[in-house]
């Protein structure tokens, strides 16, 4: 292989892709940089530093994109929760219009370029486009900023139901009344969620789910529910139990509830003291038999008004 054989396959793929068209559809009346950063900050509110580190910008570009989004309200900028020197960079309702819109059409492209791919050549092109990442990206290990947040593609909620029975009936024995439970849950919130009130967020790693966690409106008034944290063993350590619980929390803030709640069991150590950073309060618990086991039920309470900020952790799980 020469280097004339990757130059002439990344001639190939801006090409299929469009990346090199700014002034199409697609991104207007963003460039592929702005949408990018418009992608990163509608997953999960970032320091800009955080983000830089992230997309691997020069600061003075990403400055310059920053201060336009605000300029147009697309974003606001407030002192970090964790450093005072760092600025925390978030969406406001109209900057997550334009991210909605720019994936919407991100979407309908790749869709479009998928409609023309033979069903039964599908599997081989994502094993090949795996196969470059693994090869190309051997090398150090995944860092936090390789995580991806984003919301659920078609199959990604069966992937929820699937990971979460598979998973503790690895790690704690629970049965089948467990995936049962987890299989109620999404299909109540498949059917029904208030995508204003409600969100699921997927945690993806080299293209593929590694986590995740869903916030549901509770049958208290002004209550947000935080639900089915998870994340995949191989992935723990990399700070996304952290963030799927921080992007629960900013979210329930952001549209107005009073508090987020949450259900977990005592056996789940990780969990609890993720929940705990976050200034999570236990209220109380009770002894139960469910999914086959003897356990020790949790409620959790998270006061948002009382507190401004949450600290940040690891990895962990619960039906919640």
């Known amino acids: 292989m020469t280097v004339q054989d990757v130059r002439s396959f990344n001639r190939f793929y801006t090409n299929v892709i469009g990346a090199l068209d700014y002034g199409r559809h697609l991104y207007a009346p963003y460039t592929l940089t702005e949408s990018r950063v418009l992608y990163e900050l509608s997953h999960a509110p970032a320091d800009a530093a955080d983000l830089r580190a992230r997309l691997h910008l020069d600061a003075g570009y990403l400055t310059r994109i920053l201060n336009g989004f605000e300029e147009n309200g697309l974003i606001e900028r407030s002192p970090s929760d964790t450093d005072g020197r760092r600025r925390r960079v978030a969406l406001t309702g109209r900057g997550r219009e334009a991210a909605a819109l720019l994936d919407a059409r991100a979407r309908e492209s790749v869709g479009a ?46 992937w929820i139901v699937q990971r979460n029975a598979a998973l503790y009936a690895a790690e704690y024995g629970w049965n089948a009344e467990y995936e049962a439970l987890v299989a109620r849950i999404v299909a109540d919130y498949a059917e029904h969620h208030d995508p204003r009130r409600e969100r699921t967020w997927i945690a993806e790693l ?20 935080l639900r089915l944290l998870l994340v995949e063993p191989h992935a723990r350590g990399l700070r996304i139990g952290d963030r799927l619980v921080g992007a629960v929390v900013d979210f329930a803030r952001e549209a107005g ?63 919640g």
């Open 206 to 225: 080299d293209g593929r789910p590694v986590g995740c966690v869903m916030c549901v409106a509770d049958g208290t008034p002004g209550a947000a529910r």
């Open 257 to 319: 509830y009073r508090e987020v709640v949450l259900w977990t069991n005592d056996v789940l150590g990780a969990a609890r003291r993720l929940y705990l950073r976050h200034g999570f309060a236990l209220v109380a618990e009770k002894p139960h038999r469910s999914f086959g086991a003897d356990l020790t039920g949790q409620d959790w309470r998270l006061d948002l008004h009382a507190t401004p900020g949450g600290r940040r952790g690891v990895a962990g799980g619960g039906a």
């Open 113 to 158: 370029l998928l409609d023309t791919v033979r069903a039964e050549d599908r599997p081989r092109l994502a094993e090949a486009m795996r196969t470059v990442r693994r090869i190309l990206g051997d090398g150090p290990a995944p860092r936090p900023e390789d995580v991806v947040l984003r919301e659920p593609a078609p199959g990604d909620l069966g």
